[in-house]
């Protein structure tokens, strides 16, 4: 694939959504599925963002990863229930993200009386972007997650990548339900538990506190590493830095390994040993020449804008679906790689002591010959569907304080944006232009999420 977007190349989905053929056709691979992997394996993909993964042992079941909160792994548990009446005796958190739910094996249980296994970080990540940072990240959220997207019609939600939902509607009022693990480690682990042998190995990917959790008797290897999309080195709703050298020693730990079964936590299981080898290695080459290639254009003396145009994935990487951009995309991803290395400047002269952008916005606008001429030359991009050329120039007039039409600006940014985000097989791009757009037609009030706050424990700790 050469391009994060690609006219001529948008189909319409079952609620009337108009989206690029390669997103509509991802959410069948998201589709709510209870999955028998081997003979002592269940993965319940669909229920939610994440998967819900279930583990027979000698002396129950255990559970991998409980959701976003106790109606989502209580759904979980009366799937696993048409398949066996065994019961829950441990639980283990792959990462911090999907820990909400697991107040609902209290509840089927009757008691708390269980273990709880994972990383060591788990408890200060779930706190890492709440509080003086919130509402940016709150923000970013539902940009990226399509929280605010319509049910039907052309911008409706169509998937966000690794699921089919950030929440699923059916288990509102969404209540929480973590509980911390009582088994806690930092490096690698073993443990029996439920009868099975469990090594845990740490394998950072969009959480440091990932792990890959083995079960060498079952010949399966539960992890967070291995999408079912190109890894998102970029987090379009703002992230810290993921370090894809850390990454790829994981994939080269899970390679290693050669299980038969394995499940992610996100999309469908695989199994076939040499299936999921090759798909294991594939996945680590495809993140390895995105960092290569930075690298090497970076000490080329390439600035950021030209290596993006420079830098474009080999087609070979088209072939399997966890290697094409339905997630993020490439050119987001080498930006954030060279940030990551060598910081926000990227040698261009221009970005040293650039102006604000309103007085930019009229600078470039007086320098084009007027605002008329452009819009004038936004309406020919956007039809030519130069699409990029046409997001730039909308973003001047919109910035420009002089502007007396400013809505009608707005409106020829939004247009822009919506053709990009019905053109692009990414999740991620699909669902913050569109919420975007919607933002600057007035038919989203974001405002809430652009204030800066302290709660009153924050100051009061402080």
């Known amino acids: 694939m050469t391009d994060p977007f690609r006219p001529r190349e948008q189909s319409r989905g079952p609620n009337g959504q108009l989206a690029h053929a390669q997103h509509l056709a991802h959410t069948d691979r998201l589709a709510e599925t209870f999955y028998a992997v081997g003979d002592s394996a269940w993965c319940y993909v669909g229920n939610g963002l994440s998967n819900q993964t279930f583990i027979r042992g000698p002396e129950g079941i255990i559970a991998i990863d ?12 009366e799937k696993l229930r048409q398949h066996t009446a065994e019961p829950i005796v441990a639980c283990i958190y792959s990462h911090f993200h999907y820990v909400a739910g697991t107040s609902a094996i209290v509840s089927e249980r009757g008691d ?16 890492r972007f709440g509080g003086e940072v919130g509402p940016r990240g709150s923000r970013g959220m539902v940009h990226q997650f399509a929280m605010m997207l319509p049910e039907t019609g052309d911008d409706a939600r169509v998937n966000i990548g690794l699921g089919l939902f950030y929440r699923n509607p059916k288990h509102a009022p969404y209540t929480g339900g973590h509980i911390p693990a009582t088994h806690t480690f930092g490096g690698p682990h073993e443990a029996v538990i439920a009868g099975l042998k469990v090594i845990f190995q740490p394998a950072p990917s969009d959480a440091t506190d990932s792990v890959t959790i083995h079960f060498p008797e079952l010949d399966l290897a539960v992890n967070n590493i291995f ?41 469908p299981p695989m199994s076939g040993r040499s299936e999921i080898l090759a798909g294991i290695q594939r996945y680590r080459d495809s993140i390895q020449f995105i960092w290569d290639q930075t690298v090497r254009h970076a000490n080329l003396g390439l600035s950021l804008d030209e290596m993006i145009h420079k830098i474009q994935l080999p087609a070979v990487f088209e072939t399997d679906f966890h290697t094409q951009q339905l997630y993020g995309v490439v050119e987001h991803h080498v930006r954030q790689v060279y940030t990551g290395l060598f910081g926000w400047f990227d040698e261009d002269p221009g970005k040293l002591f650039p102006l604000a ?12 010959g007027g605002r008329a001429l452009m819009q004038g030359a936004f309406d020919e991009a956007l039809a030519a569907q130069d699409y990029r050329w046409a997001l730039e120039l909308g973003q001047l007039l919109v910035s420009d304080p002089a502007a007396q039409d400013a809505q009608a600006d707005k409106a020829r940014l939004a247009a822009g944006l919506r053709q990009v985000a019905f053109c ?31 709660r009153e424990q924050e100051v009061l700790s402080g």
């Not at 097989?425 to 800066?452: G, K, M, Q, V, Y």
């Open 66 to 77: 409980t959701g976003e909160c106790h109606e989502e792994m209580a759904q979980a548990l």
């Open 112 to 127: 708390d009386d269980f273990p709880i296994y994972g990383h060591e970080g788990i408890a200060a990540n779930l706190t």
């Open 227 to 267: 999408w079912p999309v190109l890894f998102n080195v970029f987090a379009i709703r703002g992230e810290e830095y993921r370090d894809p050298s850390v990454l790829l020693t994981g994939l080269d730990h899970l390679a290693g390994l050669k299980v038969e079964h394995q499940i992610c936590a996100h999309g």
């Open 357 to 368: 952008p309103g007085e930019r916005a009229t600078k470039m606008i007086n320098a084009f």
């Open 424 to 454: 692009s097989p990414a999740a991620n791009i699909r669902n913050w232009c569109l919420t975007r757009a919607l933002e600057l037609e007035d038919n989203l009030d974001l405002s809430r999420f652009r204030i800066h706050r302290f």
